[in-house]
């Protein structure tokens, strides 16, 4: 019985093999079509791309010609100079001439003929507030007083208690602005106008820095301002072209002079008497490439020109002393009236609150009512809960 049972399971068991053989033609790899071989490429594509690895390759070991400093957030390419070091453990021996400082710092500078925390409680709190990197933003205020006077220092750290301020006497300055004009019959009253230039010369360590009046509001990032590339100028300044140089100069005076004298700061060709007047407002200086006779040329021109201390308006010596010496700005960055028409698109604005008009010596005078609401902006919440006034 098993037998029996057995074989004819075992045949069909056969049959089943053979049927799914005879369905399967391509199994016993005799039949069917062989499989595609895969296209050989030509041998031109081949030497092609042998010689792109080469070339590749052969790149790697060409010297770097620029790079990137580790502090700089705005990870700015940088040629490489026989002057530049990327020594992080030493940050004076370095030098990013298209960023800022050796310290990777944004400096800025501003001169105050007399002390006014809430003008200057504006400046500081509109340029931190348009920064993207306020802790980069160093700020180097010049007051009369200088750290003499901590009690204010202290009032606008408490309202910046995270920010970099510094407080520096003016004296200095003031000495060597006075020792250049010995023997000019007029005195310097006014140190605005050149301060700018001649505030490095004292304080060496500000190498590459941003100047702005106080009465400024900054709607803009200053740090885009510091890395512009200055090329061979050492002063960048937005032209106000509301007011031009005819305005100050007489052309047949101006022409005169410039036919006769040869100091190295006279113009080799004519001046354009219709030339916009500099902003002074704001201005990028590189003070490694200011020419050394700046402060002589600014008093040699306003003796010239016969420039009086007080007279209104922008001073005709300084913008001779710069003609055709700066890079200019876009007119994005001229300071601007609150009241004026394009003062949406300007990324500074005249200062417009109440201001202390500051005495020949440097003394709070009387105060000048406010001209416009801009400032409220701009003011600290707790500045008169810390200022008192």
Known sequence: MSSSSFLPSRSSASQRRTAQTSDNPNTDGTHGPALEQAPTPKPIFQFIALGLIVFLGLLQFLPATHFRHPSDPFRIWVPFNSNTSVNSGDRNSGSISSISQDDGMVHIVSWMQCLDLRLLAVLVNSTLSGSRYPDLLHFHIFVPKGSEDMVSFYKLKVLFPHSNLEFHGQEEVKKVIRTASTGVKYSVQNFEEIVPFVIASIHQSLSKFIYMSPSVIVKGRVEELIGIDLSNYAIAAADDCSERLNSYVNPVVLDAIQRSASQPWV?????????????????????????????????????????????????????????DQYLKLSSSWLVTDSTSSVVNKSLAIRYDGPMTVCSEFGDGANMEPARGDLWKQHLPPLFYQMVGR
Do not use: H, T
Request: glycine share 8%; net charge positive.
């Open 267 to 323: 113009s080799g060709k004519p001046y354009a008497v219709n030339s916009c007047m500099p902003d002074l407002g704001m201005l990028l200086i590189d003070a490694r490439k200011l020419e050394k006779y700046i402060l002589e040329a600014f008093l040699w021109w306003k003796k010239v020109i016969n420039q009086r201390d007080g007279s209104i308006g922008r001073s005709p010596a300084i913008a001779l002393a710069l003609y």
